[in-house]
Protein backbone atom coordinates (compact mmCIF):
# COMPACT_ATOMS: atom_id res chain seq x y z
CA UNK A 1 0.00 0.00 0.00
CA UNK A 2 1.33 3.36 -0.72
CA UNK A 3 1.15 6.36 2.00
CA UNK A 4 -1.58 8.17 -0.01
CA UNK A 5 -3.63 5.23 0.14
CA UNK A 6 -2.83 4.53 4.16
CA UNK A 7 -4.01 8.16 4.75
CA UNK A 8 -7.63 7.83 3.10
CA UNK A 9 -8.46 4.73 4.78
CA UNK A 10 -6.76 5.90 8.26
CA UNK A 11 -9.23 9.07 7.77
CA UNK A 12 -11.94 7.11 6.77
CA UNK A 13 -11.47 5.17 9.85
CA UNK A 14 -11.63 8.48 12.35
CA UNK A 15 -14.80 9.97 10.08
CA UNK A 16 -16.72 6.73 10.74
CA UNK A 17 -15.64 6.75 14.48
CA UNK A 18 -17.02 10.45 14.61
CA UNK A 19 -20.25 10.15 12.95
CA UNK A 20 -20.68 6.58 15.56
CA UNK A 21 -20.16 8.91 18.42
CA UNK A 22 -17.58 6.41 19.44
CA UNK A 23 -14.47 9.07 20.37
CA UNK A 24 -14.20 12.12 22.39
CA UNK A 25 -13.23 14.01 19.22
CA UNK A 26 -15.86 16.94 18.86
CA UNK A 27 -17.13 15.99 22.58
CA UNK A 28 -16.95 17.87 25.51
CA UNK A 29 -13.75 16.03 25.85
CA UNK A 30 -12.44 18.55 23.71
CA UNK A 31 -14.53 21.74 25.38
CA UNK A 32 -14.82 25.22 23.55
CA UNK A 33 -15.09 28.14 24.99
CA UNK A 34 -19.09 27.83 24.13
CA UNK A 35 -19.28 24.73 26.53
CA UNK A 36 -20.20 24.12 29.77
CA UNK A 37 -19.98 20.57 31.82
CA UNK A 38 -22.16 19.88 34.60
CA UNK A 39 -21.63 20.49 37.82
CA UNK A 40 -22.99 17.46 40.99
CA UNK A 41 -25.21 19.03 43.47
CA UNK A 42 -27.30 17.54 45.57
CA UNK A 43 -31.15 17.14 45.36
CA UNK A 44 -33.73 16.69 48.35
CA UNK A 45 -36.56 14.71 48.36
CA UNK A 46 -38.99 14.20 50.68
CA UNK A 47 -41.99 11.78 50.31
CA UNK A 48 -42.86 12.18 46.25
CA UNK A 49 -41.22 15.81 46.07
CA UNK A 50 -37.58 16.18 44.59
CA UNK A 51 -36.12 19.57 44.75
CA UNK A 52 -32.85 21.37 43.78
CA UNK A 53 -32.04 25.14 44.56
CA UNK A 54 -32.80 27.44 41.59
CA UNK A 55 -30.06 29.18 42.23
CA UNK A 56 -27.60 26.44 41.25
CA UNK A 57 -28.67 26.51 37.64
CA UNK A 58 -28.72 29.99 37.61
CA UNK A 59 -24.92 29.96 38.88
CA UNK A 60 -23.96 27.08 36.61
CA UNK A 61 -25.80 27.07 33.78
CA UNK A 62 -25.99 23.03 34.07
CA UNK A 63 -26.57 20.43 36.94
CA UNK A 64 -26.93 17.12 37.74
CA UNK A 65 -28.25 15.24 40.73
CA UNK A 66 -28.90 11.55 41.63
CA UNK A 67 -32.11 10.78 42.91
CA UNK A 68 -33.10 7.37 44.74
CA UNK A 69 -36.05 5.54 43.80
CA UNK A 70 -37.70 2.64 44.46
CA UNK A 71 -36.65 1.27 41.16
CA UNK A 72 -32.87 2.80 41.79
CA UNK A 73 -30.78 5.58 41.41
CA UNK A 74 -31.60 7.63 38.67
CA UNK A 75 -29.89 10.99 37.50
CA UNK A 76 -31.10 14.10 36.36
CA UNK A 77 -29.98 17.32 34.38
CA UNK A 78 -31.28 20.60 34.82
CA UNK A 79 -29.92 23.53 32.56
CA UNK A 80 -30.43 27.02 31.56
CA UNK A 81 -30.66 27.59 27.86
CA UNK A 82 -32.27 30.60 25.71
CA UNK A 83 -33.54 32.15 29.35
CA UNK A 84 -35.62 28.95 30.38
CA UNK A 85 -34.90 26.30 32.02
CA UNK A 86 -34.89 22.14 31.28
CA UNK A 87 -34.99 19.39 33.55
CA UNK A 88 -34.43 15.63 31.96
CA UNK A 89 -33.31 12.65 32.45
CA UNK A 90 -29.38 12.30 32.61
CA UNK A 91 -28.54 9.13 30.76
CA UNK A 92 -27.11 7.67 27.82
CA UNK A 93 -28.29 3.66 28.21
CA UNK A 94 -26.25 2.20 25.20
CA UNK A 95 -22.81 3.54 25.94
CA UNK A 96 -24.08 3.63 29.94
CA UNK A 97 -22.63 7.13 31.25
CA UNK A 98 -24.30 10.01 33.02
CA UNK A 99 -23.27 13.48 32.08
CA UNK A 100 -23.82 15.75 29.45
CA UNK A 101 -22.11 19.30 28.38
CA UNK A 102 -23.79 22.39 27.10
CA UNK A 103 -22.38 23.22 23.82
CA UNK A 104 -24.27 25.74 22.22
CA UNK A 105 -27.89 24.55 21.52
CA UNK A 106 -27.09 21.17 22.10
CA UNK A 107 -26.28 18.38 24.51
CA UNK A 108 -23.18 16.17 24.36
CA UNK A 109 -22.98 13.28 26.03
CA UNK A 110 -19.84 12.99 28.11
CA UNK A 111 -18.73 9.77 26.99
CA UNK A 112 -19.87 8.71 23.46
CA UNK A 113 -20.42 12.17 22.01
CA UNK A 114 -23.48 11.72 21.09
CA UNK A 115 -25.34 15.16 20.48
CA UNK A 116 -29.23 16.04 21.47
CA UNK A 117 -31.33 19.08 20.72
CA UNK A 118 -30.99 21.35 24.04
CA UNK A 119 -35.16 22.44 23.79
CA UNK A 120 -36.37 19.23 22.96
CA UNK A 121 -33.97 16.94 23.82
CA UNK A 122 -33.85 14.62 20.59
CA UNK A 123 -31.33 12.93 19.24
CA UNK A 124 -29.07 14.17 16.48
CA UNK A 125 -26.29 12.49 15.52
CA UNK A 126 -24.01 10.02 17.18
CA UNK A 127 -24.56 6.24 18.22
CA UNK A 128 -27.03 6.74 20.82
CA UNK A 129 -29.43 9.29 19.23
CA UNK A 130 -32.20 6.57 19.47
CA UNK A 131 -32.48 7.62 22.91
CA UNK A 132 -34.02 11.03 23.56
CA UNK A 133 -33.41 12.78 26.98
CA UNK A 134 -36.78 13.10 28.44
CA UNK A 135 -37.96 16.25 29.75
CA UNK A 136 -39.12 16.24 33.46
CA UNK A 137 -41.97 18.45 34.26
CA UNK A 138 -41.29 20.47 36.97
CA UNK A 139 -42.70 24.13 39.17
CA UNK A 140 -40.33 26.79 41.17
CA UNK A 141 -41.48 27.47 44.41
CA UNK A 142 -39.61 29.21 47.36
CA UNK A 143 -36.67 29.57 45.35
CA UNK A 144 -36.74 25.89 44.39
CA UNK A 145 -37.32 23.81 41.30
CA UNK A 146 -39.89 20.87 42.47
CA UNK A 147 -40.64 17.67 40.65
CA UNK A 148 -42.52 14.99 42.16
CA UNK A 149 -40.53 12.05 42.15
CA UNK A 150 -43.19 9.54 40.14
CA UNK A 151 -42.10 12.14 37.01
CA UNK A 152 -38.56 11.44 37.70
CA UNK A 153 -39.13 7.85 37.23
CA UNK A 154 -41.15 7.82 34.20
CA UNK A 155 -38.83 10.58 32.54
CA UNK A 156 -36.23 8.03 33.26
CA UNK A 157 -38.05 4.71 32.18
CA UNK A 158 -38.88 6.65 28.80
CA UNK A 159 -35.11 7.05 28.36
CA UNK A 160 -33.94 3.96 28.64
CA UNK A 161 -36.38 2.65 26.23
CA UNK A 162 -35.32 2.90 22.55
CA UNK A 163 -37.31 5.29 20.64
Same mark, same amino acid.
Given at each position: ???????????????????????????????????VKATWIN??????? /??????? /??????????????????????????????????? #??? #?????????????? #???????????????????????????????????????????????HEKTVEI?
Amino acid at each position: MNIKLIGMVLLAIAVSLMVAGCTDIGSSGKANASSVKATWINAEVSADQ /VSIPLSS /VEENTNVHFKVNSDSGEIAVMAYKFNDEIFVRSNV #CPP #CNSIGFTLEKDTLV #CDSCGTVFDTATGAGIGGGCVSFPKESIPYTVSDGNIVMKLDDVVIAHEKTVEIN
